[in-house]
T-cell receptor
Framework: AQKITQTQPGMFVQEKEAVTLDCTYDTSDQSYGLFWYKQPSSGEMIFLIYQGSYDEQNATEGRYSLNFQKARKSANLVISASQLGDSAMYFCAMREAKTSYDKVIFGPGTSLSVIP | EADIYQTPRYLVIGTGKKITLECSQTMGHDKMYWYQQDPGMELHLIHYSYGVNSTEKGDLSSESTVSRIRTEHFPLTLESARPSHTSQYLC??????????FGPGTRLTVL
C-alpha cells in the first residue's frame, strides 16, 4: 500500500496566485517527520520545508507553508505568490519512528506549472 | 552549500558489464541513501545506510549491492547490467532525522 499519496499528478497556477499541493500519508507511528522537496527540470532535489508530528504550529519557510492536519494525516504544501521558477515536480516524503527515522519514503510527486 | 558528489554523471554501457556508481559526501552525515528515479516519476528507495557497516534494502527490489566502509562513501554496484537498469540513480545523505541532501544523480543507460 502507498504510504505517501499525492493525488494531483499535474497542477497549473497563474503567476502571483497561491497554490496548494496535496499530500496524505499512512503511518501507525505517533512520531514521524514530513518533508517537501522540489525537483526542477534540471533534476536536482531541493529541500523546502519540514513538519514534525509533534509540532503544534504549521511549518513556514518564506513563501512555503505546510498545512498539517494530523487527524486527517495530511500535510499539504501551500506556495504563496507563485513565480515562474516554481514550475517543477514537488515530492512529499516521510520518516517514521518504527524505522528509527532511518528510512525516507517519497510520494509519486505533483508536477506544477506556473502560467505567466 | 551541500557537498555530495556522484560520479559518473552519465554512463552508457553494454549488457552484462559490471558497474559501480560512486557517491561521496563531505558533511559527516551518518545516513546515506540510493534512489532510482525514471524521468518525471517518483523516487524509489533501493538501499540505505544508517552508519558504517550498516546497510539495508529499500522498498524497491534491486539487483544492486551497496557497501559503507567509510562514513563519507556509499558506492552502488551492479554485477551485470541489463537494459531494465536504465534509469537515473540519486544518492542522498542526512544527519539524524533532518532533511536529506541530494547529489546531482547518475543517468545510466544500458544497451
Amino acid at each position: 500500500a502507498q504510504k505517501i499519496t499525492q493525488t494531483q499528478p499535474g497542477m497549473f497556477v497563474q503567476e502571483k496566485e497561491a497554490v496548494t499541493l496535496d499530500c496524505t500519508y499512512d503511518t501507525s507511528d505517533q512520531s514521524y517527520g514530513l518533508f517537501w522537496y522540489k525537483q526542477p527540470s534540471s533534476g536536482e532535489m531541493i529541500f523546502l520545508i519540514y513538519q514534525g508530528s509533534y509540532d503544534e504550529q504549521n511549518a513556514t519557510e518564506g513563501r512555503y507553508s505546510l498545512n498539517f492536519q494530523k487527524a486527517r494525516k495530511s500535510a499539504n504544501l501551500v506556495i504563496s505568490a507563485s513565480q515562474l521558477g516554481d514550475s517543477a515536480m514537488y515530492f512529499c516524503a516521510m520518516r517514521e519512528a518504527k524505522t528509527s527515522y532511518d528510512k525516507v519514503i517519497f510520494g509519486p510527486g505533483t508536477s506544477l506549472s506556473v502560467i505567466p | 552549500e551541500a557537498d555530495i558528489y556522484q560520479t559518473p554523471r552519465y554512463l552508457v554501457i553494454g549488457t552484462g558489464k559490471k558497474i559501480t556508481l560512486e557517491c561521496s559526501q563531505t558533511m559527516g552525515h551518518d545516513k546515506m541513501y540510493w534512489y532510482q528515479q525514471d524521468p518525471g516519476m517518483e523516487l524509489h528507495l533501493i538501499h540505505y545506510s544508517y552508519g558504517v557497516n550498516s546497510t539495508e534494502k529499500g522498498d524497491l527490489s534491486s539487483e544492486s549491492t551497496v557497501s559503507r566502509i567509510r562514513t563519507e562513501h556509499f558506492p552502488l554496484t551492479l554485477e551485470s547490467a541489463r537494459p531494465s537498469h536504465t534509469s537515473q540513480y540519486l544518492c542522498a545523505s542526512s544527519r539524524g532525522y533532518n532533511e536529506q541532501f541530494f547529489g546531482p544523480g547518475t543517468r545510466l543507460t544500458v544497451l
